[in-house]
Structures are given as structure tokens and as C-alpha cells.
């Protein structure tokens, strides 16, 4: 099966320029540094990392709402960076966004109905009638009732925004949606809702997603295979089930680490990542984690690692992933048997009250 | 799935009768100042267009007879002017020329500066290259181009509302370059790109309606300073040409008399007050009531 995504070699580099007049370039950034993933039909990528690691960026070249500086990607097998002029069009009915800020993604001036429709209108698609149906259709589809059509985006809550920003994306019927932090600036209730519509719609529409996030939490409930950025650069991606288990970056293991668990026993046994992330400007030579890893040698920091297969279906960048020590920790959920059998207890009797009211 | 398909439910509780918000005009109408100010509006542009059938006589009748006749002296209700012209139809046709000022700069001035705002704004490579001209024309006051276009066509009105308009483009391009730049960074923006719009409707239905708040502010405050420019310039003699009415030259021409007939200067004056915060009123009233989000 051909990916439907297939990114590879993937940079954005901003050119740093200085003085008023006579432009000079002082570095560069590089926000995105040579990026290689692809997503499969179906399938959802979680692209993790801390702030400022190129996520969104990643995001955005994915979808050429900017200009790669290197580069290739691959829709469905047709080059995005070389398509110009209708066919992008064309193209861009098949990729969606959704947005990190339910705030600042609908257009104030636009009535809901208006702003789901407006991708219909764009790419011509039906008519006026038919429009007004599919988006009555797609407001029930993301949980919220037709004549939610005639009503502004302020009278919305943050969570019923972010469906509203789901239904616009999804009313051209496209393959792919990439999801910008979708549910980041909503509160954690609100969250499992949007999580669990998204992963619904998902099986219902064979949807991919492009997932990114930095909340690690959600992406173990919602991606099939998991993405981790630093800085630029992809430093191991895996299934979710390997990677969460069997971390094999210093990096990721640090990630995971850092997810606090209600377990007193873990007390004094996590390190956390000192130091900050270096900038973008001036990215380690070698290895770029090797300023922070807690298990840099000599040689990490002259040589790069390549993200390389250390395991069936997990790749990472790391020259000594096989002979990491292990920390003794298990990434794979804190809660002890006993927690989760009350917490599953808690679950079904709230879901009797449920159906009793 | 069952948390999936609890969820919605959850969020929207059944709402028994959707309520929809008011319309535009009923929310204006509704705000006691904004409907006065609308009320009043509307009376003046009436009595601009119906001048001639409202007038009790002919503008450039004169009666030295009667010549500054007091407000209130048998068959001339608002006196006469200097030359014994009846104030109340002179009120009544200056009226018509100052709005003629007022409204045709802001409208041009504002449409042409707008137009190059949001190209400042929407295409960064021309931004430089534009906005420098705007501080170009900036730098000149807008009577220099009074006398200048009134050099080149000859003073009159079509001198008057070019020169204030070519005053007003660049105030407009500023205000409206610098909103269009503030809306253009909003995810919506984004959004509508990644649909694939084309720049036309993407500038018309998501930026421009936008940028209207700051629009509306400008164009009602500046509609009062282009009228008293226009009266400046009248009263510079490159504007309105004796003996055609226009409120700023009758009020330069009643500076004269002012301590023998003031109403010859006074009316005028307070005719362009009225017209100038009516207008000021209204344009507040109506930005407030554009606003969806507003909306209660």
C-alpha cells in the first residue's frame, strides 16, 4: 500500500537579516531540518515535541500553506512543491487543517453555517440549497444542531468552536486532515470530547491524521504511530504501542519521564532534562540532543546520527540506542491494578446515572 | 465507541427555541442616541436633495433691503445675509455643496486609500514601495494641494473634493494597512488559504470585513475634518465661488459682520456642527452595530 503523506527530506530555513538599509544575513534559522515521515491511508501520525521544535511548522510545509526551502511531498503520489495553480487547488480540497486556537480559527464576521459552506463555495461543489443540507448534516456529524448555522462563532464555547473548525474541515470530504494541537487550548474535559469525536469521525470517514500535539497523553489515546521532534529533526518514530513501551532515544525517554504519575515509588528516580533547548540558530554539531542527553559521548558530538531501524517498525537517531541503560521505569501508564479497577468502577457507575437520568 | 457517541449530547443540551440576534438596523435603531443621530442624518440629507423645493426663495436673491435682517424678522424666519439673501435657503444649498465635500472625498479618498492599504497589507513585496509614497503624500498639508489643483483646474468644487480627497488617501492607507496586517496574521486566515481560495476572495470576505471597525471610526471622524478643510479652502477662495452658497464660505463671509449680525456666521457654523456630529454619531453606532460579535 503506496502512503498517502510521504514527506521526505523536509526543511524550512529563515533566513536571520539585519541593518535598515543594506539587508546582510546574519544566520539562519532552521526551523525544520531535513524531515523524512509518511502517513498511511487511515492512519493517524502524532508528531510530538517540545514548544518551538518545528511541529506546526512541519504542519504547515505538509500542507504548502508555506514554502519548503528542501524537500519533497508526496499526496497520493503527486508532488505538492512542483503542483501550481488549479491543480493545487484541486489538491488542497483532499487536505484539511484544524487548528490549535478555537478563538482566532473562525472568522468573526461569518455566521458558523457560512464558514463550514465557505470550502463547498471555494471549490464550487453543489449548490446553495445543497450547501445549507450538507452543513446541517456535518453540525449533527461534529455534535452540534443545525441551527447552530445562523449563529456567529462568539456565541460558541471553546470546545464547540473546535467542532465547528472539525466540520469546515471536513466538508469537502478530504483525505487527510492535519491537526495543529486541536485540542491544547481546550480544558481537559472538553479535550476527551474532541479527542473522541476525532477519533470516531476517523473510523467513520477513513480519515488520516497528521497529529500533532505535545500533550503525550493524548496522542497514546489517539495515533496508531508516533513522530518525535527536536529541534528540527525527527529523533525516533514508531508505533505507538513500541515507542511508548520501549523508548529507544535518550530524548523520548526524557518525554516520557517527564509525564507526571500519581506513583510515590517513581519519587527521586526521574531526572529531568536539564538546560534548554539550544536555538535554532545554532543547532550542536553531531547529535543535536547532545547538550542535553544524559548519555552523550565523544562521538555524539561529532558524528550525526541517522534515524535508522533499531527495532521492526521503530526508527531511531541515536548511535547507542541498543546499549542505553535501562532506567527502571515503565512509560507505559502509572496507575497501579488496583487504581484502575476503582477508576473502571467509577466509570460504569457514571454511566448507570447516565442512563437512569 | 460509546464515549464517542455520549459526548455530543452531553455538549448541547436540547435548546427549545433557537433565538436569532436582531438585524443590523433593528440594533441601531434600538440604541436612543444612534436612532436620534440616525433620525437626524436622515433629515439633513433630505433637506440637502429637496433644496430647491424647500427653499422659500432663490439663492442669489438678493434685497439689500433687508440686508442683515435679523433671525425672526416678518417672511425671513433665519434673517438675511449681507446682501439681503434669505439665510434659511442659503442654509439649505450650502448645505447640499459641503455634503457634496464631505461625502465624495471621504468615498474617494477612503476608497483609493483602502485599496492601496490592503495591497500594502496582502502583497509584502509592493508594502515598502507603497507606504513610503503614502508618507510622501503625507508630508504635504492638504491646503498645498488645494492651491495646487485649484492652479492646475481652476478653484472650484471639483478642486476642493480632489485636493481632500488625495489628503485623505494616505491617513486611510495607514489605518487601513495596519488592521489588514493584524486580521492577516489570524488563524482564520489561514484556514481560508488552506481551502484553497483565490487572493480576491480571501481579501473581500475574510480581511476586509475585518478591517470595517477602524474603517468606520476613520471615515466618520475624517468626514468632519473634510468639511471644515473644505470650508478653509473656501474661505482661501479656492473653494466655492461667490456667490454659490457653501456653509464655510457663508461662515468666512459672516466673520465680517460679526458684531453687527452674528446669525450670518453663527448659523452656518452650527449647521456644520450638527451635520459633523450626526454623522459622527451615526458612523459610531453603525460600526457597533456591523459587528456580529456585538450582537446580544
Known sequence: MTPLLEV?????????????????????????????FSVMRGETLALVGESGCGKSTTARLALRLIEPSAGSIRFDGQDVTKVT????????????????????????????GDAIAEPMVVHGIGNDRSRQDRVQELLELVGLRPFHATRYPHEFSGGQRQRIGIARALAVEPDLVVCDEPVSALDVSIQAQVVNLMKDLQARLGLSYLFIAHDLAVVKHMADRVAVMYLGAIMEMGSKAELFANPRHPYTRALLAAIPHPDPSRRGRVTPLGGDVPSPMAVPAGCRFHTRCPFAQARCREEVPLLREVAPGQQAACHFSESLPDAGLDYSGGLTPAATTRLALYDRARQRAGVGS | MASATTAPAAVTPPVPAPRRAPGTLRRLVREPVAAAALLLAILLVLAAVLAPVLAPTDPFDNDLGSAMAVPGTPGLLLGADAQGRDMITRLLFGLRITFIIGIASVLLGGFVGALVGFAAAFYRRVDGLLMRLMDVLLSFPAILFGLALAAIFGPGIPAVVLALSVATVPLMARIVRGAALV??????????RATGMGDARLMLRHVAPNCLSPMFVFATLRFGQVILLGSALSFLGLGAQPPMAELGAMAAEGRNFLFFAPHIAVLPCALIFVLVLSFNLLGDALRDALDPRLRV
Not at chain 1, 88 to 96: E, I, T
Open chain 1, 85 to 112: 495553480g488549479g491543480a493545487m487547488r484541486a489538491l488542497r480540497r483532499r487536505m484539511q487543517i484544524v487548528f490549535q486556537d478555537p478563538y482566532a480559527s473562525l472568522n468573526p464576521r461569518l455566521t458558523v
Open chain 1, 8 to 36: 521526505a527530506g523536509l526543511a524550512k530555513h529563515y533566513p536571520v537579516k539585519q541593518g535598515v538599509i543594506r539587508q546582510r544575513e546574519v544566520g539562519t534559522v532552521r526551523a525544520v531540518d531535513g524531515v523524512s
Open chain 2, 183 to 192: 486580521v492577516m496574521r489570524q488563524d482564520y486566515i489561514e484556514a481560508a
